[in-house]
């Protein structure tokens, strides 16, 4: 089974441009979630959409979107980029079958660069 | 709300056993994940405990005690491979992840 994909591998923008990255997880996951990862920082919890609905968000500002597809594959939005943005943007998918608890797959990661 | 500490960083020998710890401050979760992830890649999936005990997988084991909040990821036969990045998380209840800030483990020859 084809693992998470992300594309583009890498990005390089400028302030206040946006951006969109894209995640297709594995076949048969509902559930997507996004992550920034900075080394000051380390993983943070971005949003999670399942049945192309936003169920969970976390503590980022407005500018940072996302939406998911009834194909499960999910974008996410970044606008007006700021340079403490760049960071390594991770989307990782899961079965969310209801069950107790539910492992999370990542893909490889998107690395942002904002000059 | 959910507090997870790990050491920053931990040096061991190729062939040795080295534990890497977790603890936390938290309401609950439903389980507590362990994550190896290698400089510029994404994080694996490395072991979960939803129970208290130890679970093993090879020449990994978690071990969790949620009365003590503490966790830990024992890693045998060290290879030097297995330097990397440990991350441990709780899975807050269905809603999101949260991760510890990790733990750098450098394997030395």
């Known amino acids: 089974k084809a693992g998470v994909t992300q594309t583009p591998r890498y990005l390089i923008k400028t302030r206040g441009q946006q951006v969109t990255l894209s995640c297709s997880p594995i076949?048969?996951?509902?559930?997507v979630s996004w992550y920034q990862q900075t080394p000051g920082q380390g993983l943070q919890f971005l949003f999670e959409?399942?049945?192309?609905?936003?169920?969970n968000k976390g503590n980022f500002p407005g500018r940072f979107s996302g939406r998911q597809f009834s194909n499960s594959r999910s974008e996410m939005n970044v606008s007006t980029l700021e340079l403490g943005d760049s960071a390594l943007y991770l989307c990782?998918?899961?079965?969310?079958?209801?069950?107790?608890?539910?492992?999370?797959?990542f893909g490889p990661g998107t690395r942002l660069t904002v000059l | 709300g959910q507090n997870i500490d790990q050491p920053t960083e931990m040096t061991a020998t190729e062939g040795a056993i080295v534990q890497i710890n977790c603890t936390y401050q938290?309401?609950?979760?439903?389980?507590l994940f362990w994550y190896q992830q290698h400089a510029g890649e994404a994080p694996t999936f490395l072991s979960y405990?939803?129970?208290?005990g130890l679970e093993e997988k090879g020449r990994f084991s978690s071990f969790l005690s949620r009365s003590k909040g503490y966790s830990y990821l024992l890693l045998k036969e060290l290879q030097m491979k297995d330097s990397a990045s440990y991350l441990c998380?709780?899975?807050?209840?269905?809603?999101?992840?949260?991760f510890g800030p990790g733990t750098r483990l450098s394997v030395l020859p």
């Open positions: 990782a998918s899961s079965l969310a079958s209801g069950g107790h608890t539910d492992t999370q797959y």
């Open positions: 076949s048969g996951h509902r559930s």
């Open positions: 959409y399942f049945s192309e609905t936003q169920r």
């Open positions: 938290t309401s609950g979760f439903n389980g």
């Open positions: 405990n939803v129970l208290d």
């Open positions: 998380a709780v899975d807050n209840y269905g809603q999101n992840f949260v």
